[in-house]
């Protein structure tokens, strides 16, 4: 995906473009790291470039089923609170069993889900407001599917931003410079394309 959306020609598809460049932002974030680096958390927190894929997934994963069920609620998830309580952050940690291509896969397997979806919702359908985490609101009872879609653009938003920090600690790569090496973009004065640091 180039550097910006292209042009848009609705609400909806507003929405569906806008949260497919978020996505893709985590493939270029990720773009020629080994899969030591993706499990490196570089900064003064635990972020890594792989729990944040892996992370954004559950939540993108979470929300669209909200908005694929209203205007009811999604099904219940299969773990008592005290489970759901006791796994969590488990989602930003990257296992034995994950690789940067299967946690990529991932994402997209998701981001086509989501996008099935946005493009047959009524994006005025209520979607209830979850009540089991603090940070839920207890003045409101829904929000539209419109609103989630928002509030989805700013969570992989929010999260890729975090992963140009944790990936520029890893080895100095940004944005532009991976983007400008994942499609291939010539080089000029003032952007030269990410490339591996030589090895001995």
Do not use: N
Request: glycine share 6%.
């Amino acid at each position: 995906m180039a550097a910006h959306v292209p042009p848009v020609a609705d609400e909806r598809e507003s929405l569906i473009a806008y949260l497919d460049q978020q996505r893709d932002a985590f493939a270029t974030v990720a773009f020629g790291l080994t899969e030591e680096q993706i499990r490196l958390a570089p900064t003064a927190g635990t972020l890594s470039i792989g729990g944040l894929v892996k992370h954004v997934t559950t939540c993108e994963r979470g929300w669209t089923e909200r908005m694929a069920a209203a205007p009811e609620a999604p099904a219940p998830p299969d773990q008592t609170m005290e489970e759901q309580t006791a796994a969590w952050g488990d989602d930003f940690r990257v296992t034995d069993d994950d690789t940067l291509e299967s946690l990529l896969a991932g994402l997209a397997a998701q981001g086509d889900v989501t996008r099935e979806v946005l493009r047959t919702a009524d994006l005025g359908a209520a979607v209830p407001v979850p009540r089991d985490a603090p940070w839920f609101p207890h003045d409101v009872e829904a929000w539209s599917v419109r609103w989630v879609a928002m509030h989805l653009v700013e969570e992989l938003a929010r999260h890729a931003g975090h992963a140009d920090i944790v990936r520029e600690s890893v080895d100095g790569a940004t944005t532009y410079a991976l983007l400008a090496a994942r499609e291939g973009w010539p080089e000029t004065p003032w952007l030269t394309p990410w490339r591996p640091a030589a090895t001995a």
